[in-house]
């Protein structure tokens, strides 16, 4: 199993740009599908975006679609998540997950579906 850690998050104004990265140890990086999701205060964690594990299909929830791009270079054992264009409602803490086996599309926002999570990176974004 992998274990992950985020890095990337700071601050930034409205209309900036951030990238986050997630990077794995293990050797076993590229079966994994890999996602990113954000939880901002009294909300709940929400899917931001995700990647299959080979890279050739990706997802994107409908409030980021246009500005964030995620990716993944698995002989460098990371996945990418570049934010642009962002707003104040991007605020949140960012974590990346990873889970294997299964359909790339089946129960993609589901936490529970993710074996493997990272501990999470603070964006902030101000007006």
């Known amino acids: 199993q992998v274990q992950l850690v985020e890095s990337g998050g700071g601050s930034v104004q409205a209309g900036g740009s951030l990238r986050l990265s997630c990077g794995a140890s293990g050797r076993t990086f590229s079966i994994y599908d890999m996602a990113w999701f954000r939880q901002a205060p009294g909300s709940e964690r929400e899917l931001v975006a995700a990647i299959r594990w080979s890279g050739s299909s990706t997802y994107y929830a409908d409030p980021v679609k246009g500005r964030f791009t995620i990716s993944r270079d698995n002989t460098e054992n990371t996945a990418l998540l570049q934010m642009n264009s962002l707003k104040p409602e991007d605020t949140a803490v960012y974590y990346c997950?990873?889970?294997?086996?299964?359909?790339?599309?089946?129960?993609?926002?589901?936490?529970?579906?993710?074996?493997?999570w990272g501990q999470g990176t603070q964006v902030t974004v101000s007006s």
């Open positions: 997950a990873a889970r294997s086996g299964g359909r790339f599309y089946f129960s993609i926002g589901s936490r529970s579906s993710y074996d493997v």
